[in-house]
C-alpha cells in the first residue's frame, strides 16, 4: 500500500475480476533498512477504508508480537510473514487471537517446520491457521524463491490446515505467476495469495512480481476453467 | 527392466491408459555400485522386443559416449540422465545421431545451465532436443528430490525446445506424482516422463516412487480432463 | 542454562580453560512449541549470579523487542538469533541499545541479507555489532547446518564490523567443533562461541552439539597454538 | 594449460614456491561448448614436457572412459571432475588403472555420495583414491561455490582415504584462496589444490580464482607456519 487512491484502484479491479479478499502491506518487512518500509498505521487506515469500500475482507502482516492488538481493530486476517515464520513470540500473541493467521513458510523451513510454528499458534487456543508456501531458498537464480509446489500435496497429507501458494513472492516475476497459480489449483491448493498493483512499473516494492490488473483478470478466468474441470468451485 | 514378464506387463497397462512412449532402463547409474546396476544388453533386447509387441517407441537412457551406437540398434530415443546432463562427450556423441535425446536436468544445474547442456548436442547438428525437469536438490527431505515446476515457464520463456516433467524423480514418493503431474500440466509442460510397475513393492529399484498401474490410468484420466478445459490435446 | 549447579559448573569449567565471556540461554527459540523452552527470567537471574562469581561478562540471546529493557538488566551483552535475523523490530530495538549485539546469520541468508540486518541496528545508533557466522541451510545431512567459512574472508573484505564462528550449531555435532573452530581461527575469525555443558549427555537441549568441559580445554590450547603461530593474541 | 610457455612460467613458479605437483587441464568440461574446451592431445604433450623439466608429477582431468589409457600415457595422476563425479563409466574404468585418482566431489553430492562414487574406483581393485572437497551449490552468491570444509573433518570420521581441498573453484575468487587453505590445512585437509597462472588477467578460463605466483608463494610460507605449529609436515 503506497496511497489510498492506489489502493483503491488496484481493489477496484481485483474484486471485479472475483479476488476473495483483500491484502495489503502496511508494515513491510524489509531487507534493507534504507528500502520503502510501509506506511504504518496510515496503511491501516486506509485498508480499513478500501475493505469497507468493497466488501473485501482485509488481510495485513503483522511483524511484532506488540502489533497484534493494534492491527486487529483494522484487519480481518494477519499474515505471518516468511522473515517471522520462527519469530515464536509473534507467533503465540497470534495464537491468543481468533482470526485467521495466514502462516508463511520460511525461506529455508522444511514443511515439518513449517507444521511445528503452526502448533505455536494452535497451541494457544487459536484453530484459524492458513498456511502458506511462498518460495524457498534455492541455488536457481532464474527465479527470486523456488516456488515448492511439492509442499502443498506433502501437507495434504500431513494436515488438516487450508495451504495457500503465492505465485508471486515464489517467483518474483509476473510472467510466471498465472502458470504458477495454474499449477497451484491442479496440485490441490485451496487459494492463491497474488500481488496485483494498478502501476506496477511505478510500484515502489516488488513491482516487477506485480500482476497488472488485466493480467489479474485473465489469470482469474484461467483459473476457473481449471477449477471447473477438477471439480472445484472458486 | 527387471525381465521380459515385468516389462510386457508393465508396458501392456500403461498402452492401456494411454500412453505414448516405453521408457525401460537397461543401464541404471547408481549411487552405490553395491545397488542393482540393470540387465544392460539383456534389457535393451527385452525393450526392443516389449516395444514392438505394443507398439510404443522405446526411450532408454544411455550412460556413456561409447554405448551410443549400441543403444541406437535398440531405442528410437535416448535418454540422458541428470548425473550425465554435463557428460559432454556424451551429449557431443547423443548430437552425432539423429534420434531424439530427452535431457534431464542435473540435480544442482540452474535452468541456464541445463540449456548450455542442450547446445552440446545442438551444436553437434542434432535439432531433436527434449529437456526435462526432474527435481533439484535443497535442503527439503520431505521429497526426495524438489521438483521444479518453476523450470517450466521459464524454459518457455527462453527456448523453443519442447519439455517434460517427471514427477517421479521430481518427488520420490508415488502419491505426490498425480498431483504433481497435473501441475506439471497446468504450468504448461509439453509431456510427462513417470515410473509404472506391474508390482512396486517388489521392483529392484526405485519402488517407492513408481504408480500402480490402476493409479497411472487415474491419473491419465484426470490428466485428459485438464488438458481438455486448457485447450491441449493429448 | 538448565539450573544455577549446572550453569556454575560449566562456567568455573570455561573459565579455567580460558573462555572471555559467558552465553547461556533464557529464552530458547525451539522448531516445536513442545521442546523445552528455557527457564526465562529465573534463567537470567541464573545468568547474572554466575556472571559475577565468575567475573566473565554475561551474554544471552534476546527474542522479542519487548524483552530488550529486561534483557538489558541481565546481560553485558544481547544475542540475535539466527530466526530472529530478519525480526526488524527487535534488531531496530537493540539499536537503541548501546551494549553489543552479537548478531547470527540466518541459515538462508546470504553474506549480503547479514550486512544488511546489521544495518537495522546501526542505523539506530548502536555501533557494537558482532556478526556470527552459525551454519546455513543445504541439501548436505552429515551436519546439521553447514558452517559456511567462505564468510568470514567475504565479511572481512565488505565491513568493519567483527565476525564470530558458532562451529556447535555451525555443525551440530561436537566431534566436528574442535576442525571447525581451528579453522575459523586460520581464516580470520575474530572469535568463537562454542556450546559447552557440564554433562552434555543429560542436556536438555543441542547436547549433541555441545563440548565436554575437557574437550573444550583441549580446543583451547590448539586454538592457542594456531594463534600463535599466525601472530593472533587470544 | 593454455600454451608450452605458460605452463613452463607458471610451474617454475609453483616449483619453486615448494608444489609437490603438477595439475594442468587439457580436457576442460565447460558449461557452455562454446567457451575455451581445452587443447586436447596438445595438452597432454605440453604437461608430459613441463613435468619432465621440473621434476612435478603431472596431474590432469579425465573426461571419458575412452580416454583414460591414453592420458595414462601422460599423466602420473588422474582427477575426475566433479561433473563426472557420478560418471560411473568413468570412474570403472579408472579403477581398472593403478593412478592414483583424485575424486572432486559433485556440487549437490552429499559426503555419503562422494564415498560411495569412490566404491565404484575401489571396487574395480584401484585403492588410490584421493577425495577433494570443492565447494557445493547453495544459495550464496558471494562466492562461485560454497567450499563446506566440514566435509573434511566429516571425511576423516567415515573413510581412511586422504583429503584434498580446492579452494580455487571452491571459492571463485583468488582474495579467498589463501583464507580458505589455510583453514582447510587446520581443519585437517591432507593437501591443497590451487589454481595458479603466470598472468591470471589474460587466463582463457577460471582467471579470477587464479592465484598470481607471488601470492601463491606468500600462502605456501604462511601454510608452512600453520603446518609447523599444528605438527603438520608439508
Redo the contacts between chains.
Keep these: 500500500m503506497e496511497s489510498t487512491d492506489q489502493m483503491r484502484r488496484t481493489a477496484q479491479a481485483v474484486l471485479a475480476a472475483g479476488a476473495h479478499a483483500l491484502r495489503g502491506g502496511a508494515y513491510k518487512?524489509?531487507?534493507?533498512?534504507?528500502s520503502f518500509q510501509g506506511l504504518g498505521e496510515e496503511g491501516l487506515e486506509i485498508l480499513r477504508e478500501v475493505s469497507k469500500e468493497t466488501g473485501l475482507p482485509a488481510v495485513t502482516e503483522v511483524?511484532?508480537?506488540?502489533d497484534v492488538k493494534l492491527v486487529s481493530d483494522y484487519a480481518a486476517a494477519f499474515q505471518a510473514g516468511a522473515?517471522?515464520m520462527?519469530?515464536?513470540?509473534?507467533l503465540q500473541a497470534l495464537g491468543r487471537s481468533r482470526k485467521p493467521v495466514i502462516l508463511k513458510r520460511?525461506?529455508?523451513a522444511?514443511?515439518?517446520?513449517l507444521l511445528?510454528?503452526a502448533?505455536?499458534i494452535l497451541?494457544e487456543g487459536n484453530p484459524n491457521v492458513i498456511l502458506c508456501e511462498r518460495g524457498?531458498?534455492?541455488?536457481?537464480?532464474?527465479?527470486r524463491n523456488?516456488?515448492?509446489?511439492?509442499?502443498?500435496?506433502?501437507i495434504k497429507?500431513r494436515s488438516h490446515l487450508p495451504v495457500l501458494v503465492d505465485p508471486s513472492h515464489?517467483?518474483g516475476f509476473r510472467?510466471?505467476v498465472a502458470?504458477?497459480a495454474?499449477?497451484?489449483?491442479?496440485?490441490?491448493a485451496d487459494g492463491i495469495l497474488v500481488e496485483v498493483h494498478c502501476d506496477p512499473p511505478h510500484a515502489l516494492s516488488d513491482g516487477r512480481q506485480s500482476l497488472f490488473p488485466e493480467q489479474f483478470a485473465v489469470m482469474m478466468r484461467?483459473l476457473r476453467?481449471?477449477a471447473?474441470?477438477?471439480g472445484k468451485v472458486m
Design positions: 518487512p524489509r531487507t534493507s533498512p534504507y511483524v511484532d508480537a506488540g522473515r517471522n520462527q519469530n515464536f513470540r509473534l520460511g525461506p529455508a522444511k514443511v515439518e517446520d511445528l510454528a502448533e505455536y497451541a524457498i531458498t534455492t541455488f536457481e537464480t532464474a527465479t523456488t516456488l515448492d509446489l511439492n509442499a502443498v500435496p506433502v497429507q515464489g517467483t510472467e510466471l502458470p504458477m495454474k499449477a497451484a489449483l491442479a496440485c490441490g484461467e476453467t481449471i471447473a474441470a477438477i
